[in-house]
């Protein structure tokens, strides 16, 4: 059975920083594109980043550019962001997702709240 | 990398077909024929349920169909049902291996 499961979140001040953590198992992770995908409350879901299976390839969604970094340990089954200076509009539930156009499979989601 | 265009609400009787759109830009849906659509139930994990216009993965009833035409593409539910009552949300490939998704629409099943 294919699990996603986020880790990391939790409550941060404007322009602190914080790592999700994205737990994979249930399927051969090293052969899979994976995506981190967003959602503000009250709004919809958005794409944040995706990375390629060997990490040769990172692309981000605008808004996070320069602050967010997409990475991933094959060997740990898991995937990672890094957020840095983060801000009030980034508070969201972010979910982890395998493969990058057809989301396949789905974490439950880790709230990041930015607040002072 | 603008948000896709969805009516925030649909609804439909039990029984009945219910069609909900999603409008982007040549940029997006038109460009491509990579448009998916995700089911979510309150506090459940978003589902897959049509993907590359109009695949269904396996384990989805054929009551779900997926469709485009020009820069609007659309998920038809037909037949509709109690447990379709959910959240709905396109995405589609907005080259650059950039992904964009709709607003949702919420599906009421009166």
């Known amino acids: 059975e294919v699990q996603l499961v986020e880790s990391g979140g939790g409550l941060v001040q404007p322009g602190g920083s914080l790592r999700l953590s994205c737990a994979a198992s249930g399927f051969t992770f090293n052969i899979y594109w994976m995506t981190w995908v967003r959602q503000t409350p009250g709004k919809g879901l958005e794409w944040v980043a995706n990375i390629h299976q060997d990490g040769s390839e990172k692309y981000y969604v605008d808004s996070v550019k320069g602050r967010f970094t997409i990475s991933r340990d094959n060997a740990k089954n898991s995937l990672y962001l890094h957020m840095n200076s983060l801000r009030a509009e980034d508070t969201a539930v972010y979910y982890c997702?395998?493969?990058?156009?057809?989301?396949?499979?789905w974490g439950q989601g880790t709230l990041v709240t930015v607040s002072s | 990398q603008s948000a896709l265009t969805q009516p925030p609400s649909a609804s439909g009787s039990p029984g009945q077909s219910v069609t909900i759109s999603c409008t982007g830009t040549?940029?997006?849906?038109?460009?491509?024929?990579?448009v998916s659509w995700y089911q979510r139930h309150p506090g459940k994990v978003p589902k897959i349920m049509i993907y590359e216009v109009s695949k269904r993965p396996s384990g989805v009833p054929d009551r779900f169909s997926g469709s485009k035409s020009g820069n609007t593409a659309s998920l038809t539910v037909s037949g509709l049902q109690a447990e379709d009552e959910a959240d709905y949300y396109c995405s589609s490939y907005a080259g650059s291996n950039n992904l964009v998704f709709g607003g949702g629409t919420k599906l009421t099943v009166l």
């Open positions: 997702a395998r493969d990058e156009i057809s989301l396949t499979y």
């Open positions: 040549s940029s997006d849906v038109g460009g491509y024929n990579y």
